[in-house]
């Protein structure tokens, strides 16, 4: 379908053609080694100014390891594996490059504050969105639909006072409880803030209606549903990340790390040992890799949780949106436990005992999840990628495609990170006195009063109910 | 011409409910009433023009009447019935849009597939109840100590369990797909989250209006207004409408359209007036049981006395009209359901339009599925919330969030102990000051 618009005599088109999927045939694959000879790397490129929307029709050979394995072109499973690949160092090298500078964009981020960190979210956010909405967009349809692509953002930025205000409601009323007048103005907003929301919403749904055109309803109405599922997509990631990073960095960090953990380890298993596919989706996917991975991902979830769970200001909340150091009691989770090696370990070991801290179980079991189950948002973006015949989903990082394209295990993971710091880790040592000195802390006289009167109905009705 | 024909022939025979079949139609005229005179082209859709729209008009009555019995019916027996009325709608609507746009000939090469959409059904409904309704439950076991503890619990881990069902679901749709159906899954995937979207956020919401407060203000009156206003733009187009108002809804008119609006207001404001000296319908439910309800209802049901101005106080006997304050909610309620909810069915409309379906199921003889009924409802309930909580309830959310936390996390006795120690602090408080 999205070759409709294309002059089909174009040579460059004529070069798709001939290397598209499947490269069973001989001829076919005699081509993709004409090509790929010339090519070493990614077609995309050399052959595409990436600005180019016909720069988005790849064929499905999904990237930059791929491409030479075609020469040996014997048994299907073997060619599409990494063991063989000459031109694998330099796509490596390339991957590498660009991994380093993302890594260390995101230390210098970690170490300026939550806020910041904030700032990267949302901007990822934004070039996710602007990635996704790209995608199915058919430009010949768009020229007759001008103001389309402004309701596309007009329910992102609705989105995003939604989901931001319900997370940080609590950060901004402490951020501005110095000034009255602007405590007011901020918890005023707070408390319209489902209103307000509910009514851009349905002012952007009136306006898609009434912009409804005859012979594109189908096309509008796929682009609204398409419009809904990436804001949801992005969005409940983002948000769970987002509250999580307001729980602590650590909680932000640690499953982050573990998923590129997984991702690198994985490529290093299959670069060596890879000989068994794993899964028809994703081709160059190993059960050597999957396993490796597994094992070493599981194992450095164990240690990064020690090494990361000893600076305070990873692991203490934040309960405003200001910018400075932290200081607080990090609770018993991060206070290590001692427990001393067995005697026979013990006696050609220097260490008596090992400390441990308690959250590194729970890292465990976040490592377990990162290995085992999150791989599956990697395999739901190959499986979609096939299924709409694209190759990567943009090309912002060289080396690597768009930015959904690392952030697809990143999702699943956060969303999952904080399912389970909000059913395990939150909450855990409940006592009457931390309530009654949390009530005391973060409600004013007022509100005490209303939860007292509450309290008191409820009990109430209890007893009644009891006898 | 034959179109037209072809028309009178359907509507008068084929949408007896037994005709499964030809749920896709392909002509676009939406609904029953709508048959044109042959040969007169412009007027052809308005129903002022039409020989045999008494008839269908019949048949919509009815119906109509069947329906309304039975949602009063209903309301009569209470707030659990209600919410399994609402759950059972759900499940129909569910059912309706699940099989709009399923292909057959696809569907017969992935067998289980049918079964991944109920799943997320099933997750979807623990997760959108088990919230609206943990506090009532907590409220509703508290006597027996071994049920307390199992229902605490699994409040507790609630959205960890709905989670994994949910990824479970998520992977198990993974390990099916299949070569060559990649795109077909996926779009069914997505279809299955948009309409579990739709039909759970707005029963969701219901739910919670049934059980959250005035449970007339923010379920029964909704309702009702869109029901008059449907009725009643049907009505005055039916008497006097001449200009139409959107190309989508090719049937309805300007004319029924203001008259709805009108009608429509004045009727939510006498609503209020006489719903909201009942308690029955006034005070919340904090559990689910069944019985009546006492409790004080609180300063919107006080009644205010405004003085009329002299000038129509010259004509009339009354001296002053009495007005509950909950009757300016009920109004701007009356407001959104006469303006914006139509919108709904236009979405509906288009939306049929765009995918060359007639109607979304022919559950109800005459208006066609329950989907077809429940669109403008749904853009209402979403809106009756909202209003509640942001202007008829001045309630806090960190009080609230507290709440469940001390709830859902003390026993008993410690919740006794920490009220006692409030009370004190509280007293110390004000003797301070």
Request: with cysteine.
């Amino acid at each position: 379908a999205m070759e409709k618009d294309l002059n089909q005599n174009s040579p460059r088109i004529r070069k798709i053609r001939d290397n598209s999927y499947p490269p069973n045939t001989p001829t076919s694959r005699m081509n993709n080694n004409n090509q790929r000879d010339n090519h070493p790397n990614s077609p995309r490129d050399y052959n595409y100014s990436p600005s180019s929307p016909t720069a988005r029709l790849r064929w499905r050979n999904r990237s930059n390891e791929i491409p030479a394995e075609v020469k040996r072109g014997n048994a299907s499973n073997v060619r599409n594996l990494l063991l063989g690949d000459k031109n694998k160092y330099r796509s490596m090298w390339i991957r590498t490059c660009s991994s380093l500078w993302m890594l260390g964009g995101v230390f210098f981020i970690i170490y300026m504050g939550h806020l910041y960190i904030w700032a990267m979210v949302v901007g990822i956010q934004i070039f996710m969105a602007k990635e996704l909405f790209f995608l199915l967009r058919r430009a010949h349809e768009e020229r007759r639909l001008p103001g389309f692509r402004l309701l596309n953002w007009h329910f992102f930025f609705t989105a995003m006072l939604f989901v931001y205000g319900r997370i940080l409601q609590q950060q901004l009323v402490n951020t501005v409880s110095s000034d009255r007048f602007i405590y007011k103005l901020v918890s005023g907003l707070i408390k319209y803030q489902m209103v307000i929301c509910y009514f851009l919403y349905i002012a952007g749904f009136m306006w898609f209606i009434l912009t409804l055109k005859k012979k594109m309803y189908k096309y509008q109405f796929g682009q609204y549903a398409w419009t809904h599922m990436i804001l949801i997509v992005v969005f409940t990631q983002s948000s769970f990340t987002v509250a999580n990073i307001f729980e602590g960095i650590f909680w932000f960090l640690l499953p982050a790390a573990l998923i590129a953990m997984n991702d690198v380890a994985a490529y290093f298993f299959g670069f060596y040992f890879g000989k068994t596919p794993l899964i028809k989706l994703s081709p160059k996917k190993t059960w050597e890799g999957f396993i490796g991975a597994s094992v070493a991902t599981t194992i450095s979830a164990f240690l990064f949780a020690n090494v990361l769970g000893q600076f305070q200001w990873l692991t203490c909340p934040r309960k405003d949106l200001s910018t400075g150091w932290l200081h607080c009691d990090p609770g018993p989770l991060f206070r290590p436990e001692y427990y001393p090696l067995p005697t026979w370990i013990a006696s050609f070991s220097p260490w008596k005992a090992i400390s441990i801290l308690p959250v590194q179980w729970h890292a465990f079991s976040l490592g377990l999840f990162a290995s085992v189950i999150a791989p599956f948002g990697g395999f739901f973006a190959s499986g979609f990628k096939r299924a709409f015949k694209i190759k990567d989903f943009g090309d912002s990082i060289p080396g690597h495609g768009g930015f959904t394209d690392r952030m697809d295990c990143q999702m699943v993971m956060a969303i999952f990170a904080y399912i389970y710091i909000q059913s395990f880790i939150v909450h855990q040592d409940y006592s009457v006195e931390m309530i009654l000195d949390h009530i005391s802390r973060s409600l004013g006289h007022e509100e005490q009063k209303m939860l007292y009167a509450k309290l008191g109905d409820i009990l109430r009705h209890k007893l009644q109910g009891g006898f | 011409k034959t179109e037209n024909v072809s028309n009178m022939h359907k509507e008068n025979t084929g949408d007896a409910p037994s005709a499964h079949t030809p749920r896709v139609r392909h002509h676009r005229k939406r609904n029953t009433d709508v048959v044109a005179g042959a040969g007169k082209p412009n007027g052809s859709h308005l129903l002022v023009n039409d020989s045999s729209k008494y008839k269908s008009f019949l048949v919509r009555a009815y119906s109509t009447v069947w329906m309304i019995g039975g949602f009063a019916l209903i309301v009569y027996l209470g707030h659990l019935y209600i919410t399994a009325m609402v759950v059972v709608i759900q499940i129909f609507m569910a059912r309706e849009l699940f099989n709009l746009l399923r292909k057959t000939h696809e569907d017969k090469q992935l067998p289980g597939f049918r079964l991944l959409n109920w799943h997320f059904f099933f997750t979807a409904m623990l997760f959108v109840y088990g919230r609206i309704l943990s506090q009532r439950l907590v409220n509703t076991v508290t006597p027996d100590k071994v049920l307390y503890r199992l229902v605490t619990s699994l409040i507790k881990y609630h959205m960890a369990i709905c989670y994994s069902l949910y990824i479970s679901g998520f992977v198990w749709f993974i390990l099916t797909l299949k070569k060559k159906m990649y795109k077909y899954q996926f779009s069914q995937y997505a279809w299955t989250h948009m309409i579990l979207i739709v039909v759970f956020t707005q029963s969701s919401f219901t739910v919670a209006n049934i059980f959250e407060g005035i449970f007339w203000l923010l379920f029964l009156l909704p309702a009702s207004l869109i029901v008059i206003n449907d009725i009643f733009a049907y009505i005055c187009g039916f008497f006097f409408g001449r200009t139409p108002l959107i190309k989508l809804s090719p049937k309805k008119t300007w004319e029924g359209f203001i008259g709805a609006s009108i009608t429509t207001m004045i009727s939510a404001f006498l609503l209020a007036d006489i719903m909201g000296r009942f308690l029955w319908l006034t005070c919340p439910r904090e559990d689910l049981s069944t019985g009546w309800l006492q409790c004080d209802p609180g300063p919107l049901f006080k009644q205010e006395t405004h003085a009329l101005p002299g000038w129509i106080s010259n004509w009339l006997p009354w001296k002053e009209i009495y007005v509950l304050p909950v009757q300016w909610h009920a109004l701007c309620l009356g407001l959104f359901a006469s303006i914006i909810a139509p919108f709904g069915g236009f979405f509906a409309s288009g939306f049929k339009r765009a995918f060359k379906v007639k109607d979304f199921g022919d559950s109800i003889p005459g208006h066609g599925g329950i989907t077809d009924r429940m669109d403008c409802q749904m853009v209402m309930a979403v809106f009756a919330y909202i209003y509640h909580q942001s202007f008829v309830v001045p309630e806090s959310l960190s009080v609230d969030k507290l709440l469940d936390q001390i709830i859902t996390n003390l026993t008993l006795e410690e919740q006794q102990a920490l009220f006692m120690k409030l009370g004190q602090v509280l007293q110390e408080k004000v003797i301070g000051s």
